[in-house]
């Protein structure tokens, strides 16, 4: 598995801005989506840090208190989840309206756009004393159909080792 080989070699540097953006590309290419539907968060100081997509790690952080933000309730329970409906529930909208810029996404106008979360699977990364992080894959579209597949039970199950396997790399 390539991400095994990527979590060796960013092991002993950690979750630098380079190994998250190598890393980022690398979940979107195991899981079919665009590098702008991959999200790496890092717990830092009872908040939740973006790490990948890079455009995002200097725009603000969640608390892992707040109420509405997938990110904080993955990190708080522990518990990995797929969310095929993601558009239609309450949730903290704030970073999905920040442009982001996609390496893989082949758009017809140059400039950066903010497309709509569909459908999300978020995972907890889990280290020895306790959540170190959390990965989220998302299908952006302006409808859930134009989003894409929604995620299955084993596509969890595969992010889920994924997190496990990267977990070295958010030390």
């Not at 092991?11 to 953006?21: C, D, F, I, M, P």
């Not at 707040?66 to 990995?80: F, G, I, L």
């Not at 159909?145 to 070295?168: E, H, I, M, N, R």
């Amino acid at each position: 598995m390539a991400l095994t080989q990527l979590a060796d070699e960013c092991q002993g540097a950690g979750l630098t801005s380079e190994n998250a953006a190598k890393i980022g590309l690398a979940l979107s290419r195991t899981f079919g989506v665009h590098d702008d539907e991959v999200a790496i968060f890092k717990v830092e100081q009872a908040q939740l840090r973006f790490m990948f997509p890079l455009s995002l790690t200097n725009v603000g952080m969640i608390p892992l208190s707040n109420a509405t933000s997938v990110a904080a309730r993955t990190a708080n329970t522990k518990r990995p989840e797929a969310i095929n409906s993601f558009a239609q529930m309450r949730h903290a909208s704030f970073f999905e309206s920040v442009p982001v810029e996609s390496k893989t996404r082949n758009t017809q106008r140059p400039e950066k756009v903010a497309m709509v979360i569909q459908k999300m699977m978020s995972v907890p990364v889990l280290g020895p004393a306790g959540v170190l992080g959390v990965i989220q894959i998302s299908r952006k579209g302006s409808t859930p159909k134009g989003a894409g597949a929604d995620f299955q039970p084993t596509d969890l199950q595969k992010l889920v080792s994924a997190a496990a396997v990267l977990a070295k790399c958010f030390k």
